[in-house]
């Protein structure tokens, strides 16, 4: 009896473990499967910025952060996503700040080049 017991609870254990895992789990989106997009030049705190906007066309899946980051010339923007839950969207919004020496903003892990700066 002290076997099946133990048997059953370890097999309830790694099950808890596999369900959180798989809730937690996280990927990154990538451009090309973003739908109805949007790059708009816009102000943002008073300071040129560049809009970007979409939806995830991964159904099962929604918005979990976004983070943008210097490298270089560039800004790269992250999308992470995971699995939909009620309450959540694949829509996302972000304003990329645009400074002196940015350039040029990519896009997932792929760094898909999306905006670049016109020339003077």
Request: net charge positive; with cysteine.
């Amino acid at each position: 009896m002290k076997i099946g017991c133990t048997v059953a609870f370890v097999l309830l254990a790694i099950a808890a473990t596999v369900i959180a895992a798989f809730l937690h789990h996280t990927s990154v989106l990538e451009w090309r499967f973003v739908i109805q997009r949007q790059i708009t030049a816009v102000q943002s705190d008073g300071r040129n910025a560049v809009r970007i906007s979409g939806f995830c066309g991964q159904g099962a899946l929604s918005v979990k952060d976004i983070r943008v980051r210097r490298s270089g010339f560039a800004q790269l923007v992250t999308v992470r996503l995971f699995f939909a839950r009620r309450g959540t969207t694949g829509h996302f919004q972000v304003d990329v700040p645009i400074e002196d020496g940015v350039n040029e903003i990519r896009f997932g892990e792929q760094e898909v080049l999306i905006w670049q700066r016109n020339p003077r």
